[in-house]
T-cell receptor, first 114, second 111 residues
């Protein structure tokens, strides 16, 4: 199994540009989520999905859109990038929903918005 | 609400030294507690977890005990190695599988 994969690894955007961060998992996990990691703030939840066709907002959803058309894929879209979205983005997945399920993380995408 | 307060770093230790990284939490209900580790250039990996009070999680020589009375989940290792150099995150799960993270502690172990 490849686990959780993310592309690209690095990206530089200009303010106002749009892009999609890709996330895929091959473990048949129902639950997927996106976090951003900022210095001194740990990881914060952006959006999550409990299954295909179902998404919900996390702690910091503004400026981001998600969709879940398949179990495997959970892309994160930035519609109009802002410098405040400069961060490292992590996708995660788990088998089920609930506090006892381990989350598996991808390697991250480092995004810089100028 | 849910939150995690973690010992600030960075922490630099000599090989074979004793490690403690402090973590305290605030939560509603009965959360599960986790330690995740992030090696350079990689994503987070689960190191250990505890799901109820007085549980001890352990893995790779690391241990942490879920202390409800002090709302703590401190990470310890008796003898660190250079390969333990990484960033360590304390986290809690308050339900719906969403994790709340501490700010992370960078550990560097020197030979």
């Amino acid at each position: 199994n490849a686990g959780v994969t993310q592309t690209p690894k690095f990206q530089v955007l200009k303010t106002g540009q749009s892009m999609t961060l890709q996330c895929a998992q091959d473990m048949n996990h129902e639950y997927m989520s996106w976090y951003r990691q900022d210095p001194g703030m740990g990881l914060r939840l952006i959006h999550y999905s409990v299954g295909a066709g179902i998404t919900d907002q996390g702690e910091v959803p503004n400026g981001y859109n998600v969709s879940r058309s398949t179990t495997e894929d959970f892309p994160l879209r930035l519609l109009s990038a802002a410098p405040s979205q400069t961060s490292v983005y992590f996708c995660a997945s788990s088998y089920g929903q609930g506090r006892n399920y381990e989350q598996y993380f991808g390697p991250g995408t480092r995004l810089t918005v100028t | 609400g849910n939150s995690v307060t973690q010992m600030e770093g960075p922490v630099t230790l000599s090989e074979e030294a004793f490690l403690t990284i402090n973590c305290t939490y605030t939560a509603t209900g009965y959360p599960s507690l986790f330690w995740y580790v992030q090696y350079p250039g990689e994503g987070l990996q689960l190191l250990l977890k505890a799901t109820k009070a007085d549980d001890k999680g352990s893995n790779k020589g690391f241990e942490a005990t879920y202390r409800k009375e002090t709302t703590s989940f401190h990470l310890e290792k008796g003898s660190v190695q250079v390969s333990d150099s990484a960033v360590y995150f304390c986290a809690l799960s308050g339900g719906a599988n969403n994790l709340f993270f501490g700010t992370g502690t960078r550990l560097t172990v020197i030979p």
